[in-house]
């Protein structure tokens, strides 16, 4: 099955090879929905700035060159040289049909499935999440799901901050309080007043701080019982991680944990290439990369710290062994890192280092997902009242909390147990759908009034829109499978726009593959539900003057929430029956 941007885009591009030769084959049809035909096609404004042609007459030239019989029943050629699309009723029909019978939904597998690596989350052990950690978190989730609909092999990767220094300290501190109450009390959770008093501990005595600079040796070293303590930290700070990502709806389980750890037997092996190869250099003591095209303020080359100068390893050590490791061991062809954009310059290093060394080659290639930050109402980094890092799991209570709110608002009737299970879905939904519908580069601010309202682009008006949908086959007595078989009539224009906007869903999950932009979905789905609405104000479903006309809309009714719950759930939110 081929849907019309695919068929219209690949037809547009023939005909401008066959008018003005393959150099002009790449030529963007500039494809988009039209308020005067089905789609307009604007490529002949940019062909006929390089071309040196009026972009009517590159317009008429494409029209002449165009086979688009069964697709198309009108091509016109509009203004400067718009050329308007009008589909065959015919040809509308069956695709709506097929999108609709094939249970597929229009999601077309990808024609060269890949291995995908996406590392995003990426929590220290022994510290609690915060709102730091939401963004990669959401973002990572999404674009793991949407990759996975598309057919493609992917891995999860959390890179957690398990190993270095830090840990010296964390592991006095479980001495001191001894294993059993230690274990009790990270058991609880409090993740960050355990490493608050190691730290406190530290910075003000100096006995502690030289026995955990003793410690940071023996675990580096090997040393069993350091060994032991560690998993232990790494243990508890594990399934809390765990429980926080079941509240959160993310499909991140113990077995995607890759941290520092992992990594640390490969560093040597990877130093040791990286001078043999002529990258690695002595540079002030330490050994560094200069990857081609850094440079600092003064025009120097800018240094990647491979070794430090007392033997240890750094971050980028381990992504380099990290990157090294996913191609050249687990064959991966796209890796996708979900990290803050203050880590741009550090991951373009990295990247460029990994392709002077070879392990970076095409076809595969490495992807910065960089995001901005969650500002408050103050356009600050978002905290507390009191000033402090909001905690992930603080966020999710009040998330419930206000969600349970809005549903007792809105659907007094529901028992304790329906409201409670909605109130979830609605409030974390609406964390999750605030921080993907926006463009992911920028900030955005946490707002709780905007995120959950019933109105505007919000996960709770698009839940309400695919619960609407759900109440129609309710009040009609009518299963939602029996209208699956049925034929569509599109005679209405709102029935029309509405069946080109529910074969868009494919097109849409390939766009969001291809530029790692969640938001891209997230308006699809609000032009999808506004588009349902216009068409449930205006068409009649329940009481339609036919059984035909009956059937074909409560058809689109179905499949409208099909895509609407397919769509949410992969953004990593649920879409409740009843709201």
């Given at each position: 099955?081929a849907?019309?941007v695919?068929?219209?885009?690949?037809?547009?591009?023939?005909?401008?090879?066959?008018?003005?030769?393959?150099?002009?084959?790449?030529?963007?049809?500039?494809?988009?929905?039209?308020s005067?035909?089905?789609?307009?096609?604007?490529?002949?404004?940019a062909?006929?700035?390089?071309?040196?042609?009026?972009?009517?007459?590159?317009?008429?030239?494409?029209v002449?060159h165009?086979?688009v019989?069964?697709?198309?029943?009108?091509?016109?050629?509009?203004?400067?040289?718009?050329?308007?699309l009008?589909?065959?009723?015919a040809?509308?029909?069956?695709?709506l049909?097929?999108?609709?019978?094939?249970?597929?939904?229009?999601?077309?597998?990808?024609?060269?499935?890949?291995?995908?690596?996406?590392?995003?989350?990426g929590?220290?052990?022994?510290?609690e999440?915060?709102?730091?950690?939401?963004?990669?978190?959401?973002?990572?989730?999404?674009?793991?799901?949407?990759?996975?609909?598309?057919?493609?092999?992917?891995?999860?990767?959390?890179?957690?901050?398990?190993w270095?220094?830090p840990?010296?300290?964390?592991?006095?501190?479980?001495?001191?309080?001894?294993?059993?109450?230690a274990?009790?009390?990270?058991?609880?959770?409090?993740?960050d007043?355990?490493?608050?008093?190691?730290?406190?501990?530290?910075?003000?005595?100096?006995a502690?701080?030289?026995?955990?600079?003793?410690?940071v040796?023996?675990?580096?070293?090997?040393d069993?019982?350091?060994?032991?303590?560690?998993?232990?930290?790494?243990r508890?700070s594990?399934?809390?991680?765990?429980?926080?990502?079941?509240r959160?709806?993310?499909?991140?389980?113990a077995?995607?944990?890759a941290?520092e750890s992992?990594?640390?037997?490969?560093?040597?092996?990877?130093?040791?290439?990286?001078?043999?190869?002529?990258?690695?250099?002595?540079?002030?003591?330490?050994?560094c990369?200069?990857p081609?095209?850094?440079?600092g303020k003064?025009?120097?080359?800018?240094?990647l710290?491979?070794?430090?100068?007392?033997?240890?390893?750094?971050?980028?050590?381990?992504?380099l062994?990290?990157?090294?490791?996913?191609l050249?061991?687990?064959g991966?062809?796209?890796?996708?890192?979900?990290?803050?954009?203050?880590?741009?310059?550090h991951f373009?290093?990295?990247?460029?280092?990994?392709?002077?060394?070879?392990?970076l080659?095409?076809?595969?290639?490495?992807?910065?997902?960089?995001?901005?930050?969650?500002?408050?109402?103050?356009?600050?980094?978002?905290?507390?009242?009191?000033?402090?890092?909001?905690?992930?799991?603080?966020?999710?209570?009040?998330?419930?909390?206000?969600?349970?709110?809005?549903?007792?608002?809105?659907?007094?009737?529901?028992?304790?147990?329906?409201?409670?299970?909605?109130?979830?879905?609605?409030?974390?939904?609406?964390?999750?759908?605030?921080?993907?519908?926006?463009?992911?580069?920028?900030?955005?601010?946490?707002d709780?009034d905007?995120m959950?309202?019933?109105?505007?682009?919000?996960?709770?008006?698009?839940?309400?829109?695919?619960?609407?949908?759900?109440?129609?086959?309710?009040k009609?007595?009518?299963?939602?499978?029996?209208?699956?078989?049925?034929?569509?009539?599109?005679?209405?224009?709102v029935?029309?726009?509405l069946?080109?906007?529910?074969?868009?869903f494919?097109?849409?999950?390939?766009?969001?593959?291809?530029?790692?932009?969640?938001?891209?979905?997230c308006?699809?789905l609000?032009?999808?539900?506004?588009?349902?609405?216009?068409?449930?104000?205006?068409?009649p479903?329940?009481?339609?003057?036919?059984?035909?006309?009956?059937?074909?809309?409560?058809?689109l009714?179905?499949?409208?929430?099909?895509?609407l719950a397919?769509g949410?759930?992969?953004?990593?939110i649920?879409?409740?029956?009843r709201?």
């Amino acid at each position: 099955m081929a849907d019309p941007v695919h068929a219209l885009s690949r037809a547009l591009q023939a005909a401008i090879t066959a008018a003005f030769g393959a150099e002009h084959a790449a030529t963007d049809p500039s494809l988009r929905r039209s308020s005067h035909a089905d789609y307009q096609a604007n490529a002949a404004m940019a062909l006929g700035k390089r071309l040196g042609k009026p972009p009517r007459e590159v317009a008429a030239a494409i029209v002449a060159h165009l086979e688009v019989g069964g697709i198309c029943r009108k091509v016109e050629i509009a203004g400067p040289g718009f050329v308007n699309l009008t589909l065959d009723d015919a040809y509308l029909v069956g695709e709506l049909a097929e999108t609709a019978g094939s249970g597929q939904l229009g999601i077309a597998p990808a024609a060269q499935p890949e291995t995908v690596i996406v590392d995003y989350s990426g929590p220290n052990a022994a510290k609690e999440m915060h709102v730091g950690h939401l963004r990669s978190t959401i973002i990572g989730d999404a674009l793991a799901r949407v990759l996975e609909a598309l057919g493609h092999r992917v891995i999860r990767q959390n890179h957690l901050g398990d190993w270095g220094t830090p840990f010296g300290m964390l592991i006095e501190h479980m001495l001191d309080l001894g294993e059993a109450a230690a274990s009790e009390e990270l058991s609880v959770g409090d993740l960050d007043a355990f490493y608050r008093q190691a730290r406190a501990k530290f910075d003000g005595d100096p006995a502690f701080a030289e026995r955990s600079r003793r410690r940071v040796v023996r675990l580096q070293g090997g040393d069993e019982q350091t060994l032991a303590l560690w998993r232990q930290l790494v243990r508890e700070s594990t399934r809390y991680f765990e429980s926080v990502y079941r509240r959160l709806g993310v499909t991140l389980t113990a077995a995607d944990f890759a941290g520092e750890s992992f990594y640390n037997p490969m560093l040597a092996d990877v130093i040791a290439e990286l001078t043999a190869k002529g990258l690695a250099r002595e540079s002030e003591g330490a050994l560094c990369v200069f990857p081609a095209g850094f440079t600092g303020k003064g025009g120097e080359p800018l240094p990647l710290i491979v070794r430090k100068q007392d033997g240890g390893y750094g971050y980028p050590t381990t992504d380099l062994a990290a990157i090294r490791h996913r191609l050249t061991t687990v064959g991966a062809q796209r890796l996708i890192y979900v990290v803050g954009a203050p880590q741009s310059q550090h991951f373009a290093m990295v990247f460029t280092t990994a392709r002077e060394a070879g392990w970076l080659a095409p076809p595969a290639r490495a992807e910065h997902v960089a995001f901005g930050s969650v500002l408050g109402a103050d356009k600050k980094m978002f905290k507390t009242r009191s000033g402090d890092t909001v905690k992930l799991s603080d966020l999710l209570d009040e998330a419930v909390e206000r969600g349970l709110k809005k549903v007792r608002e809105k659907s007094p009737d529901l028992d304790a147990e329906a409201a409670g299970a909605v109130a979830r879905a609605v409030g974390v939904g609406a964390v999750k759908y605030a921080d993907l519908s926006s463009d992911r580069i920028k900030d955005y601010v946490f707002d709780w009034d905007r995120m959950l309202a019933l109105e505007g682009n919000t996960a709770p008006y698009l839940m309400y829109a695919h619960a609407r949908v759900r109440s129609i086959f309710r009040k009609g007595g009518v299963a939602s499978e029996s209208a699956r078989g049925a034929g569509f009539t599109l005679a209405e224009p709102v029935e029309r726009a509405l069946a080109l906007e529910l074969l868009r869903f494919g097109a849409v999950l390939e766009d969001v593959a291809a530029t790692l932009e969640p938001h891209r979905l997230c308006g699809y789905l609000y032009e999808l539900a506004g588009s349902f609405t216009t068409f449930y104000e205006r068409c009649p479903v329940l009481k339609a003057e036919s059984d035909e006309v009956r059937r074909s809309r409560l058809a689109l009714c179905d499949l409208t929430a099909e895509v609407l719950a397919k769509g949410l759930g992969l953004l990593g939110i649920e879409a409740p029956e009843r709201m």
